[in-house]
């Protein structure tokens, strides 16, 4: 058998590519949204569906499936098989990528194994996250699922968790590497830990990405398009069935994804000091990043849900919390 040689560097740049297709698979997922394309594919053959449709007759059969899906009949019945080609096209490679991720960790995590490279403590965090990417794959059907029948879109409850699970699989890779990098500068270096203040810090973001997805998946970008008031007003209408408004309601939802931004900078703010010492770096990150954040949230709402600002934002999104992670993991660091 192999001698052990653990090779923590080479770990890190392994994580930090795979969480790098993690972010583009974030984005192609938010084109996929955003033009509608996600219930394109009506089936989920996680081998078979490695192929595009090669024959007219395999197109014909895709968009035959289509057709019965109540999106198609309530929304897109004129369509043409070219305008199908191009959501299929979102949809297909959203699931392609979700597959090269697979294949992009697994493997490599084998030869790892067998080889012996694997730092001690690290062999079950690897494996977990490789589960959850498997279980990120079953999330995405779920949520697909959701709109095949009597909705005209996924539910956005089950787009939240297809997102935030998404996220914290690349947050996981990025703690990981950085973990392993530290291990690679100081051979006794630990773990990082969460502080439990970066601990509430990260939560107030998470409850951010929550009304952003729900935000996305409402359309409720949509609900208003003036910033700072909404549509002239401040506050919502308060209705006598507000508890269930607050998590449906368009307006609502823009409402709270649009203030509660600004608990969330402060939340930030506060994670990026807790950083500064161990790290100048992320805390200039993680500032570059809310900043140029809230400047594409309210571009977003101005132009009216533009395509090419409404996937920046998205894909920023992934960044802050990128670089959020990068904090906390600083501020936790034990060497």
Not at 10 to 23: G, N, P, R, T
Not at 76 to 104: C, K, P, Y
Not at 286 to 315: E, K, P, R
Request: charged share 15%; net charge positive; hydrophobic share 55%.
């Amino acid at each position: 058998m192999p001698s052990r040689s653990p090779r923590p560097l080479a770990l890190s740049w392994w994580l930090l590519a795979v969480a790098a297709l993690v972010f583009l698979m974030v984005v192609v997922g938010g084109i996929t949204r955003l033009t509608e394309s996600g219930l394109s594919i009506t089936e989920w053959k996680p081998v078979a569906g490695a192929l595009p449709p090669l024959t007219h007759a395999d197109w014909e059969r895709e968009f035959a499936l289509y057709k019965e899906t109540t999106q198609y009949q309530a929304l897109n019945s004129a369509m043409t098989l070219g305008d199908f080609q191009f959501i299929f096209f979102w949809e297909f490679i959203h699931r392609l990528l979700g597959r090269l991720i697979g294949v992009a960790f697994a493997l490599p995590l084998i030869w790892f194994a067998v080889k012996r490279q694997i730092p001690e403590g690290y062999g079950w965090r690897l494996v977990a996250l490789l589960a959850l990417g498997g279980l990120q794959g079953a999330i995405g059907w779920w949520m697909v699922k959701s709109g095949l029948a009597g909705r005209t879109e996924v539910s956005h409850y089950r787009l939240a968790v297809h997102l935030m699970t998404a996220l914290f699989i690349f947050a996981g890779l990025i703690w990981t590497a950085l973990d392993l990098r530290d291990l690679a500068r100081h051979p006794r270096a630990r773990p990082a830990r969460l502080k439990p203040l970066a601990a509430g810090m990260l939560l107030v973001l998470a409850i951010q990405i929550l009304l952003g997805a729900w935000t996305a998946g409402l359309r409720a970008g949509l609900a208003a398009s003036d910033w700072p008031l909404m549509n002239g007003r401040f506050f919502p209408e308060v209705s006598p069935n507000w508890p269930w408004n607050m998590a449906n309601d368009p307006f609502l939802v823009q409402w709270e994804h649009r203030w509660w931004a600004w608990v969330a900078v402060a939340a930030l703010v506060v994670l990026a000091r807790m950083a500064r010492r161990a790290d100048r770096r992320a805390s200039i990150a993680l500032h570059s990043a809310f900043g140029t954040q809230i400047v594409l949230g309210i571009a977003t709402i101005m132009t009216g849900v533009d395509l090419t600002i409404a996937v920046l934002h998205q894909a920023v999104a992934a960044l802050v919390v990128a670089s959020a992670t990068w904090c906390a993991h600083a501020a936790g660091r034990r060497t």
